[in-house]
């Protein structure tokens, strides 16, 4: 295990380092966002103003309450939170806007 001193001279434990070659789920988006792709579908983004995955028509909600999660329908979904959707995320190449009703 890693020690080091701190500024009040006491021995205190590091952390373990993040295994080399994990990424998190949200160092993935934001590495995608920045290099101007979609976080979720990795595809290019729009560029459309105003177009986010909240306003696409794609965009879908599975569950209810507070177990509620918006989901893309063009993808594979899983419940779990590798494909859920942040509605304010810029939209991806594949994006349509919402009909409304
Ligand atoms: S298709 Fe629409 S809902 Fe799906 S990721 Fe692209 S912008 Fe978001």
Request: net charge positive; charged share 25%; aromatic share 4%.
């Amino acid at each position: 295990m890693n020690e080091h001193t701190n500024l009040f001279g006491d021995r205190q434990a590091l952390p373990d380092p993040r295994p080399i070659g994990r990424e998190t789920l949200r160092d993935r988006h934001a590495r995608r966002l920045v290099a101007g792709r979609h976080p979720l579908t990795n595809l290019p983004l729009c560029r459309i103003e105003g177009a986010t995955c909240g306003t696409c028509q794609h965009r879908f909600r599975r569950g209810g309450g507070a177990r509620r999660y918006n989901k893309c329908a063009l993808m594979r979904n899983t419940g779990g939170p590798g494909t859920d959707l942040r509605l304010t995320w810029p939209g991806c190449m594949r994006w349509t806007a919402e009909v409304s009703s």
